[in-house]
């Protein structure tokens, strides 16, 4: 049986150039042959000083923490 801690932030964001702890609410995937894929999140920031309008064009990362025995997941992309 695969189990996966409590403790452990399954889902994490996070933008390049920047230290800024992004919790990860939701998130949707959209993919389709011939077509780039999309990823749609919902997502807060510890920080309330972190203006969103400035991470607009910066690259970001969404990270999927695996079970234990599985590697992790990692979806790069440009932030709009």
């Not at 749609?40 to 025995?69: C, K, P, R, S, W």
Request: charged share 25%; glycine share 8%; net charge negative.
């Amino acid at each position: 049986m695969q189990t996966l801690a409590a403790n452990l932030e399954r889902y994490l964001f996070k933008v390049s150039g920047s230290d800024e702890e992004l919790r990860v609410l939701s998130f949707g995937i959209t993919e389709g042959i011939s077509q780039l894929f999309s990823i749609d999140l919902e997502i807060v920031a510890e920080n309330d000083a972190l203006d969103f309008e400035q991470i607009i064009g910066q690259a970001g990362a969404l990270t999927i923490q695996q079970y234990e025995e599985e590697e992790s997941r990692y979806l790069h992309g440009i932030i709009s």
